[in-house]
């Protein structure tokens, strides 16, 4: 089982280029999510998903957009990236079968916008 | 909505001291409990949860964690570190009846001096 797996690992973006970070798992889990981790303030929602073709934003979703197309794929596209977008983004998974399902992160995606 | 708060944000210890690592929650409602621990260059995982049942929790590695309800809190323990553990901490709340996304604490960096 891959699990949930995140492309690319290291990205490097110049202000105003856009980009998606990739998510897919292979679990059939219904709820995706999207977090970014920045030293000192923890894991922040970006944007979640509670089943293909549902979406809804987190704490800070400004400047970044989502799309369930299928259950597997949750793609985070930032649309002009910022240098406060540099981030370790991660995509987590969980089954929705109950409120104690653990999340299943992704490795990670290191993103630095100069 | 559901808040997390973690006191320690560095905590520097020494192999075989013992660890209490502190987590409150805001909320009024039954919630679930987690502790994820993100080991130096890798992504989350769950190191234990509480949903029901026996306040004190066991996990992996000889972590335990008690649910206190009366004092919203759910802290982290363990008896003996070891250099191994030095890693991140994250507590995380989810409130039943919500939406699977759980809300997660600022971290606590732990380092485990051999």
């Known amino acids: 089982n891959a699990g949930v797996t995140q492309t690319p690992k290291f990205q490097v973006l110049k202000t105003g280029q856009s980009m998606t970070l990739q998510c897919a798992q292979d679990?059939?889990?219904?709820?995706m999510s999207w977090y970014r981790q920045d030293p000192g303030m923890g894991l922040r929602l970006i944007h979640y998903?509670?089943?293909?073709?549902?979406?809804d934003q987190g704490e800070v979703p400004n400047g970044y957009n989502v799309s369930r197309s299928t259950t597997e794929d949750f793609p985070l596209r930032l649309l002009s990236a910022a240098p406060s977008q540099t981030s370790v983004y991660f995509c987590?998974?969980?089954?929705?079968?109950?409120?104690?399902?653990?999340?299943?992160f992704g490795n990670g995606t290191r993103l630095t916008v100069t | 909505a559901q808040s997390v708060s973690q006191h320690n944000h560095h905590v520097i210890l020494s192999e075989a001291a013992s660890l209490e690592l502190g987590c409150n929650y805001s909320?009024?409602?039954?919630?679930?409990l987690f502790w994820y621990v993100q080991y130096p260059g890798q992504h989350l995982q769950l190191l234990l949860k509480?949903?029901?049942?026996?306040?004190l929790v066991k996990g992996i590695k000889g972590f335990e964690a008690e649910f206190i309800k009366s004092k919203f809190s759910f802290n982290l323990r363990k008896p003996s570190v070891q250099w191994s553990d030095t890693a991140e901490y994250f507590c995380?709340?989810?409130?039943?009846?919500?939406?699977?996304?759980?809300?997660f604490g600022r971290g606590t960096s732990l380092i485990v001096h051999p």
């Open positions: 509480y949903f029901s049942g026996d306040p």
């Open positions: 987590a998974s969980t089954t929705g079968s109950g409120n104690d399902s653990p999340l299943h």
């Open positions: 679990m059939n889990h219904e709820y």
């Open positions: 995380a709340v989810n409130a039943w009846g919500g939406s699977y996304i759980p809300t």
């Open positions: 909320y009024g409602g039954t919630v679930n």
């Open positions: 998903s509670v089943g293909a073709g549902i979406t």
